[in-house]
């Protein structure tokens, strides 16, 4: 089985949010797949179909190993099972990168699921924000939703995920990795 989690807040009021990426991408997933993640359990919004699990945690951003470890432990994951997908102000806008394992980054919601998984070797996939202007705070910023202008961007972004989440899921991590990171 392959799990997938997006990173991201509940609620409206940041659905279109750049810290939100990673729920757009589950979500968008779950359409390819034809399944709805309509499930409510482990503090997570979740789907089954086949072998994939998509898995949105309901916690907050910086509370996600709180409903990730426990999916992972109830369904006897490995680590190389489980993909994370969020948000990352390093990388640019329209740009992503797939990684099998790191730190945090400084990430609160990465961080919460090594620290409570006790462990950080397993694949990821970030998706480029871009950086905040220097007068701007961090906060505001991944909590803002995309320009207008920025819109187009990350919707070609997110297909390009999407289609290396399917990779990852068929063909492995290596040809995932081999194939996207190159289009960075």
């Not at 034809?34 to 089954?48: G, V």
């Not at 980054?105 to 462990?119: A, C, P, V, Y």
């Not at 505001?140 to 972004?157: M, N, W």
């Amino acid at each position: 089985m392959k799990m997938i989690v997006g990173l991201g807040n509940p609620g409206p009021r940041y659905q279109h949010t750049r810290h939100n990426v990673g729920f757009m991408a589950v979500d968008g997933f779950a359409r390819r797949l034809e399944t709805d993640i309509i499930n409510l359990k482990f503090k997570s919004l979740y789907t089954k179909k086949g072998e994939i699990l998509l898995v949105k945690p309901q916690t907050y951003m910086n509370l996600s190993g709180e409903a990730v470890v426990p999916f992972y432990n109830y369904f006897k994951l490995e680590s190389q099972d489980l993909m994370v997908v969020y948000d990352d102000m390093d990388i640019p806008l329209g740009q992503m990168r797939i990684k099998p394992k790191g730190s945090s980054g400084g990430h609160k919601g990465m961080e919460s699921i090594i620290t409570l998984l006790g462990r950080d070797d397993f694949p990821r996939l970030r998706i480029g924000v871009g950086r905040p202007n220097p007068t701007q705070e961090v906060v505001d910023y991944v909590l803002r939703i995309f320009e207008r202008d920025e819109i187009p961007i990350i919707s070609e972004t997110l297909k390009e995920v999407l289609d290396a989440l399917e990779t990852w899921t068929k063909d492995g991590l290596d040809l995932a990795m081999n194939k996207y990171n190159q289009r960075a």
